[in-house]
């Protein structure tokens, strides 16, 4: 059974820094990414780490506040997100990517169940 679970969530102040975890189990992937839902949004696509190269991909929204890494030993995912903005409050999914484009959530079958972040003024 494949499953992946997110951990880590919390409510921080704006300017705090929050590291998420997404422990993958039953099969490995090629890529996993990271993706979130604020309250009347849609999916919005956060960023993506390729396994074999390491080579992770950000959201124009995040990049250079939040970092993808993964522990393939662990087999496991991370999202260190710095600098929390009041806009970063959302549940955040980490997702297993099967096929098509990194940013798109049609390209990734398997999903947590979501972390919430709250980030507070």
């Known amino acids: 059974q494949v499953q992946l679970v997110e951990s880590g969530g919390g409510l921080v102040q704006a300017g705090d820094s929050l590291r998420l975890s997404c422990t993958i189990s039953?099969?490995?992937?090629?890529?996993t990414g990271w993706f979130r839902q604020a309250p009347g949004k849609l999916r919005e696509w956060v960023g993506a780490?390729?396994?074999?190269?390491?080579?992770?991909y950000y959201a124009d929204s995040v990049k250079g506040r939040f970092t993808i890494s993964k522990d393939s030993a662990k087999n496991m995912m991370y999202l260190q997100m710095n600098d929390l903005k009041l806009d970063d409050t959302a549940v955040y999914y980490c997702?297993?990517?099967?096929?098509?484009?990194?940013?798109?959530?049609?390209?990734?079958?398997?999903w947590g169940q979501g972390a919430q972040v709250t980030v507070s003024s």
């Open positions: 997702a297993g990517h099967i096929s098509g484009g990194l940013h798109m959530a049609a390209g990734y079958v398997y």
């Open positions: 780490i390729t396994w074999s190269a390491g080579t992770a």
């Open positions: 039953g099969r490995t992937f090629t890529a």
